[in-house]
């Protein structure tokens, strides 16, 4: 693959949108919010999911890969996250009462477990497939990250759901091979207590955010829309001028290249 695919790009799922889920390689995807009806037969190469955070919508793929995994494979599917976000799924998802705890369980007839959970540390790097995964922490759940994905010299940088996060600035400017800024923006620019409390971005507050950055070359692409408000949080993008050079807002299946 020459870029990622947004296979899930949607703040809800609906019967024509899937939630967050980017395939960065053949085999490693980030997040796990549209994986099994957009990869269909294939969706036994994936080997690697790396989290963004616990939130449903992020990891809802997950219990059932691990499920269709289990007398499939051969080696266990790893999942990568910071420690909050694996603690979460080992005591809300696989915990024997919601699913079955597939970290215990092994592939059939082999001697690797089901699924590995690996915990990952902000601003180290990890390879898989020739792309390089740098997570930072962001201001959404105690164990949330966005990614620097970068390839050959070239980087888009992925925030996943966040509220207001310095980080992201500093990455772009300390960074100039990064071309690409993918946000999050949830909900129109009159929701700002709602999108306070929930931790996600408006366009105004994006707006007051990018003031933050020395750069302006960079593509900004928006993503994670609430449905029922996206006529008006585009609207607004467009209004505030925030789709620079290029940038649009997803849909499933974009694919911005490298």
Not at 57 to 72: C, S, W
Not at 97 to 106: A, D, Q
Not at 202 to 228: I, N
Not at 230 to 251: C, D, F, R
Request: with cysteine; net charge negative; proline share 4%.
């Amino acid at each position: 693959m020459d870029g990622i695919e947004f296979l899930g790009t949607g703040g809800t799922r609906t019967p024509t949108q899937g939630t967050t889920c980017l395939r960065v390689s053949k085999h490693c995807v980030i997040d796990a919010g549209n994986l099994i009806n957009t990869f269909g037969d294939d969706v036994f190469t994936i080997e690697h999911i790396f989290l963004t955070h616990s939130h449903l919508d992020h990891i809802i793929d997950i219990p059932f890969l691990a499920d269709l995994f289990v007398t499939q494979k051969s080696v266990a599917l790893k999942i990568y996250g910071l420690k909050a976000t694996l603690d979460d799924l080992r005591q809300f998802i696989f915990n024997h009462r919601i699913w079955p705890n597939f970290e215990e369980i092994n592939l059939l007839g082999q001697t690797d477990k089901t699924i590995e959970l690996i915990e990952i540390k902000p601003e180290h790097s990890y390879c898989v497939d020739g792309i390089t995964l740098t997570p930072f922490k962001t201001d959404h759940t105690d164990g949330s990250c966005g990614y620097k994905i970068e390839k050959n010299g070239s980087g888009i940088l992925f925030t996943a759901d966040t509220y207001k996060c310095p980080r992201i600035w500093e990455l772009l400017d300390e960074n100039p091979h990064i071309h690409t800024l993918v946000i999050e923006v949830s909900f129109p620019s009159n929701f700002e207590k709602l999108a306070h409390d929930s931790k996600h971005l408006t366009p105004a507050l994006l707006k007051s955010e990018l003031q933050q950055c020395k750069r302006t070359d960079f593509s900004l692409y928006a993503m994670h829309l609430k449905t029922l408000f996206s006529p008006t949080i585009i609207h607004e993008l467009h209004a505030m001028g925030l789709l620079q050079n290029g940038g649009k807002v997803l849909n499933d299946y974009d694919m911005i290249a490298f």
